[in-house]
C-alpha cells in the first residue's frame, strides 16, 4: 500500500527551538508539499518541492525552511519556533502534472508552548 | 459551505438523508476540481474530481456538481452513513497545477 508516512503524529516544542518535520514518501514521486492546517483557513501551502535538492516557496514560508536532499524524503524545518505556529502540518507528494494524484500524510500535530 | 473565519461550519444530518456540502471557488480560470475527505487523525483523501467542461459527474453514492457562472461547487452524498462523518475540502487547481484549499465543512452524521 503506497504512503506518506510522518515521522510524528504529535510534538510538543518550546518556543525558540529549532523543529524538524520529517516525511517520508515510498511512491516515487517528484512533487512534494508541506501544508499547514488550521480551523476555518483549509490547507495553506508553506512549501514545495519539484525535485531533489529543489524547492519554492508557497503561500506562507514566512519561518519555515526545507530541505529535499533525497527524492523520498522533505523535511520541514522550524527556523525558530513561536506560538503562532501550533498547527497540524500535511506532508503530500504527487506525480508531476496529476493535481489528482495528490496523497497526503497522516499529519503531525505540532504544539508551541 | 465555505468558511471564511476561525470556526469550521458544521452540517449535521440523520442517517440515511442526503447531504449537501457547497464550496464557493475563487478563480474563474480554475480547470480542475477535487472533493477531499479527512476523517479524524488521518491525511485528505480524494473523493471525486470534476472538469470545468463538465457540470455534473457521479460516484458511487457521491455526485459532485459545478457552477461555473456562480463559481460554485457541491458534493451530494447519498443515504449519509456514519462513516461519512468526516471534513470534506474542495480544491481547485490553479496555474502550474498547484491545489489551492477550501476551508472545509464538517459532516456529522446522527444515527
Known amino acids: 500500500d503506497v504512503k506518506v508516512t510522518q515521522s510524528s503524529r504529535y510534538l510538543v516544542k518550546r518556543t525558540g527551538e529549532k523543529v524538524f518535520l520529517e516525511c517520508v514518501q515510498d511512491m516515487d514521486h517528484e512533487n512534494m508539499f508541506w501544508y499547514r492546517q488550521d480551523p476555518g483557513l483549509g490547507l495553506r501551502l508553506i512549501y514545495f518541492?519539484?525535485?531533489?535538492?529543489?524547492?519554492e516557496k508557497g503561500d506562507i514560508p514566512e519561518g519555515y525552511s526545507v530541505s529535499r536532499e533525497k527524492k523520498e524524503r522533505f523535511s520541514l524545518i522550524l527556523e525558530s519556533a513561536s506560538t503562532n505556529q501550533t498547527s497540524m502540518y500535511l506532508c503530500a507528494s504527487s506525480l508531476p502534472g496529476q493535481a489528482y494524484g495528490y496523497t497526503f500524510g497522516s499529519g503531525t500535530r505540532l504544539t508551541v508552548v | 459551505g465555505e468558511s471564511v473565519g476561525l470556526h469550521l461550519p458544521t452540517l449535521s444530518v440523520q442517517e440515511g438523508d442526503n447531504s449537501i456540502i457547497n464550496c464557493a471557488y475563487s478563480n474563474s480560470a480554475s480547470d480542475y476540481f477535487i472533493w477531499y475527505k479527512q476523517e479524524s487523525g488521518k491525511g485528505p483523501q480524494f473523493i471525486i474530481d470534476?472538469?470545468?467542461?463538465?457540470d455534473k459527474r457521479q460516484g458511487q453514492r457521491v455526485t459532485v456538481l459545478l457552477n461555473k457562472t456562480v463559481k460554485h461547487l457541491s458534493l451530494q452524498i447519498a443515504a449519509t452513513q456514519p462513516g461519512d462523518s468526516a471534513v470534506y475540502f474542495c480544491a481547485e487547481r490553479n496555474a502550474g497545477n498547484m491545489l489551492t484549499f477550501g476551508g472545509g465543512t464538517r459532516l456529522m452524521v446522527k444515527p
Open positions: 470534476i472538469r470545468s467542461n463538465m
Open positions: 518541492s519539484y525535485d531533489v535538492k529543489m524547492k
